[in-house]
């Protein structure tokens, strides 16, 4: 098992940058895949980024692709999203996620989901 805690979040204004943390606990972090995951209000939750194991692969949400970026330390036992150029539509609570195996873009491949931080974006 691996609980996870995001932090990070916050308000910004269009166009500026954050950085999301996602601490994991465990021993066996690395074995995991991770994932980040957004949903605003009354939307369905939205795939943004997910990085395999070592962290040589990476694969972006197109409405993400070239602003964030998704990076993780297995030393640290943390998975980071950094984000640039945000626009209101960035606005949502942002989710990390563990996948045991593969690096799917379908929540409900995730067993194991922090309580998620929220970013909103001012215009």
């Known amino acids: 098992q691996v609980q996870l805690v995001e932090s990070g979040g916050g308000l910004v204004q269009v166009g500026g940058s954050l950085r999301l943390s996602c601490a994991a606990s465990?021993?066996?972090?690395?074995?995991?895949?991770m994932g980040w995951f957004r949903q605003a209000p009354g939307k369905e939750r939205e795939f943004v980024a997910n990085?395999?194991?070592?962290?040589?692969?990476?694969y972006y949400g197109d409405s993400v692709k070239g602003r964030f970026t998704i990076s993780r330390d297995n030393d640290e036992n943390a998975v980071y999203l950094q984000m640039t150029s945000l626009k209101p539509d960035d606005t949502a609570v942002y989710y990390c996620?563990?996948?045991?195996?593969?690096?799917?873009?379908?929540?409900?491949?995730?067993?194991?989901w922090g309580q998620g931080t929220q970013v909103t974006v001012s215009s």
């Open positions: 996620a563990a996948q045991a195996s593969g690096r799917s873009t379908q929540p409900r491949e995730y067993a194991y």
């Open positions: 465990g021993r066996t972090f690395s074995s995991y895949a």
């Open positions: 990085i395999n194991r070592s962290g040589g692969y990476t």
